[in-house]
């Protein structure tokens, strides 16, 4: 847990890492790091969450390497 980030900050920034596909998934990672996840919820948050997901999806495939 980095106490400079907000359990919101870092839910974006997990969203961002494109090493998640769900919010249910950033949540648990969210816990494991000892942060609270009762912030993250709601359609809005959720809407851009998966919007960001989406977008830093790694390409997987014929010349590409997975991470």
């Known amino acids: ?3 400079r980030l907000s ?3 870092r ?3 997990l969203a961002r890492s494109g090493r ?3 919010v249910a998934e ?3 990672k969210l816990r494991e790091e ?3 996840d ?3 919820e709601g359609p809005v948050l959720f809407g851009q969450l998966n919007s960001l997901m989406k977008k830093a999806v790694r390409p997987s495939g ?3 390497s997975a991470a």
Do not use: C, H, N
């Open 62 to 64: 014929p010349g590409t």
């Open 1 to 3: 847990m980095d106490p």
């Open 7 to 9: 359990q919101l900050e």
């Open 26 to 28: 950033i949540k648990r």
């Open 20 to 22: 998640f596909s769900t």
């Open 38 to 40: 009762d912030q993250v």
């Open 11 to 13: 839910a974006f920034e």
């Open 34 to 36: 000892g942060y609270m």
